[in-house]
């Protein structure tokens, strides 16, 4: 089975641009969270999504917004780019959101460069 | 309210010798506690993770990680390191129902010396 994926891998954007980062889940997985890592961070928590509804939100501007689509795939948006939003973004995926053992599974993230 | 201190930044330890990556955990309540690796340019791996059940755990490629409530402590270790281990290594926090919000550590950087 394949595991998570991401696209596309690198993104160089400009300043206040708007850019899109797509996830597709492991196949079965309904639950989909997004994460920002900076580098030479830890990852920090951005989103969490199962069956189509947010169920979890970090310390992020309005400006980060998910959304997941019928298949479970998971896009992120983030608007009017900043320097600092410079990052690898993971996505991982989960199959149950209330199971005390649940494993999230990363996909190899997005590098998104602001210049 | 949960949090993760991972002890070092870097540990440099030759090949052959023991590792030990320290981490202490802050929770209001009983957390689950995982280690992920993180190879250069490739994507986060679960090595191991505590969720109540025994308080040594142990994962792939040789690590372990022991709980220890009275110190707040969840340490890995490794009895003998391979030039394969080199990478960033991160402890990670979560509540223990019902939220997927993984809590990382800052990472500690594992260099094998030949």
């Known amino acids: 089975d394949a595991g998570v994926t991401q696209s596309p891998t690198h993104l160089i954007k400009t300043r206040g641009q708007h850019v899109t980062l797509r996830c597709s889940p492991i196949s079965g997985h309904k639950s989909v969270s997004w994460y920002q890592q900076v580098l030479g961070q830890g990852p920090q928590f951005i989103f969490q999504?199962?069956?189509?509804?947010?169920?979890g939100r970090g310390n992020f501007p309005d400006r980060f917004s998910a959304r997941q689509f019928p298949n479970y795939s998971s896009e992120l948006n983030v608007n009017a780019l900043l320097l600092g939003d410079s990052a690898l973004y993971l996505c991982?995926?989960?199959?149950?959101?209330?199971?005390?053992?649940?494993?999230?599974?990363f996909g190899p993230g997005t590098r998104l460069t602001v210049t | 309210a949960q949090s993760v201190t991972q002890l070092d930044s870097h540990v440099s330890v030759s090949e052959g010798t023991p590792v030990l990556l320290r981490c202490n955990y802050s929770?209001?309540?009983?957390?689950?506690l995982f280690w992920y690796v993180q190879h250069p340019n490739k994507g986060l791996q679960l090595l191991l993770k505590y969720t109540s059940a025994a308080t040594l755990v142990k994962g792939i490629n040789g690590f372990e990680a022991e709980f220890k409530k009275s110190e707040t402590s969840f340490h890995l270790t490794k009895p003998s390191a391979h030039m394969s281990d080199a990478a960033e290594y991160f402890c990670v926090v979560s509540a223990p129902f019902g939220n997927e919000k993984l809590t990382f550590g800052t990472g500690t950087r594992l260099t094998i010396i030949p």
């Open positions: 929770s209001s309540y009983s957390p689950s």
């Open positions: 991982a995926s989960s199959a149950l959101p209330r199971d005390s053992a649940y494993e999230q599974y």
């Open positions: 999504y199962y069956e189509k509804e947010e169920r």
